[in-house]
């Protein structure tokens, strides 16, 4: 028998607190830990503390006995739950949403449009461009264009042509009449504006250096031909080469942020460690490791524990300096192979995601790993 915020349960052993608490419909928050693998114990956002000595203890891994008394919701442990996702994002230095989108009057999700427009997807750009605008059509038209003033590729040469190519998906739209519902829409009408999405927790980078902006750029195609008119879709997808996705894959999918938000927590203005901006990109495969957004988690270092049929991430280094990588005697372009999908699945964040998928996805919006 042992008491979880002050019900009594009956319980086997080998079951976890987290456990008996799940199955009770009490909600203890998790990063670091899955079901389906060993325990690790890293994240510490699992706090709960028993009553009966004193002592905190991680509810993923700490196995059920008779006699706790477990609380998991007083304001002592919530507060230590609060100061774990604050370390956390103290070493976690990166952006949930890029800058055109953040300034979009509309708040569209203008680096997917271009991740579709980039990889000739333009059903799929038809399809989330008609997601976005509802009713009230495009305002792009009628817009100052906060989006191109604030396009980080501005700083490299000049922005991404952002209203042309919206406008150009909406014209498609409209030509033909293929979004639900939308046949009526005027370009230039513009009653009603689109509410902005509703304030999220954000991480934010501040200034890059030079050397940190030429890694957004590693997303970039190396010959791409800038193009301001968008005529067509092959000089919509051309130009969308050009966008250097500032954004994270993950933002409408990430644990981590989902969290913080729980949480009411801000990004912390001052980080314990000054994670490097790094992005490997396996030419093979697609996947697109970032060492900033990863948490240390160890996730996809175990799922890939068994795999014998390829080299897989693993832990390099020790205590702060440790982060996630490919065997030191493995090139990032050859690990991995297949079970790509399964890391970025199984990642709480943003660091593992996909460049681009080698076919287009189809399906509901916003994907991770788009
Ligand atoms: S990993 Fe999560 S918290 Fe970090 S930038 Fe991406 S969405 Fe935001
Ligand atoms: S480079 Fe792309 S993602 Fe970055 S601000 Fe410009 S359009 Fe947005
Ligand atoms: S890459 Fe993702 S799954 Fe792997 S340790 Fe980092 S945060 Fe965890
Ligand atoms: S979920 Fe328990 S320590 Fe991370």
Redesign the pocket.
């Known amino acids: 028998m042992l008491r979880i915020n002050n019900k009594d349960f009956e319980v086997t052993d080998g079951l976890t607190i987290l456990n008996v608490a799940n199955g009770a419909g009490i909600i203890i928050p998790s990063l670091c830990h899955n079901e389906r693998l060993s325990h690790y114990t890293s994240c510490m956002v699992c706090l709960v503390k028993d009553n009966r000595n004193g002592n905190f203890l991680p509810a993923c891994s700490a196995f059920v006995q008779d006699g706790m008394d477990i609380d998991c919701s007083s304001e002592e442990v919530i507060n230590l739950r609060r100061k774990a996702i604050e370390l956390l994002l103290s070493e976690h230095r990166a952006e949930c949403e ?4 953040v300034v979009c009057p509309g708040g569209y999700n ?2 997917l449009m ?1 991740r579709l427009l980039s990889v000739k997807d333009f059903e799929g750009a038809i399809k989330l461009s008609s997601s976005q605008i509802q009713s009230s059509g495009l305002i792009c038209t009628d817009c100052k264009g906060y ?1 191109e003033n ?4 501005k700083k490299v040469d000049e ?2 042509s ?1 209203r042309n190519m919206q406008m150009f998906i909406f014209q498609q739209i409209k030509q033909e009449n293929v979004a639900l519902n939308l046949h009526n829409i005027s370009l230039h009408e513009n009653k009603t504006k689109p509410e902005k999405s509703s304030k999220r927790f954000t991480s934010h980078i501040g200034r890059l250096e030079e050397g940190e902006l030429k890694e957004w750029l590693k997303e970039c195609s190396d010959e791409i031909k800038r193009v301001r008119e968008i005529s067509d879709s092959e000089s919509a997808a051309m130009e969308s080469e050009s ?5 994270c894959r993950a933002a409408d999918n990430c644990k981590l942020r989902d969290i913080a938000e729980d949480f009411s927590m801000k990004d912390p203005r001052v980080k314990l460690v000054n994670s490097p901006i790094k992005k490997k990109i396996n030419v093979n495969t697609g996947l697109i490791f970032e060492n900033a957004k990863c948490i240390k988690c160890g996730l996809c270092v175990r799922l890939c524990e068994d795999s014998k049929d390829e080299p897989a991430l693993c832990f390099i280094n020790r205590g702060f300096v440790s982060v996630i990588s490919e065997p030191l005697t493995e090139d990032f372009n050859n690990i991995l192979k297949l079970k790509t999908k399964e890391v970025i699945e199984i990642c709480p964040t943003g660091a593992l995601s996909m460049f681009k998928p080698p076919v287009p996805l189809k399906g509901d919006f916003p994907l991770k790993g788009d």
């Open positions: 890029a800058p055109c989108r203008i680096p271009n989006c604030a396009c980080r590729r922005p991404v952002i966008c250097m996705h500032c954004d």
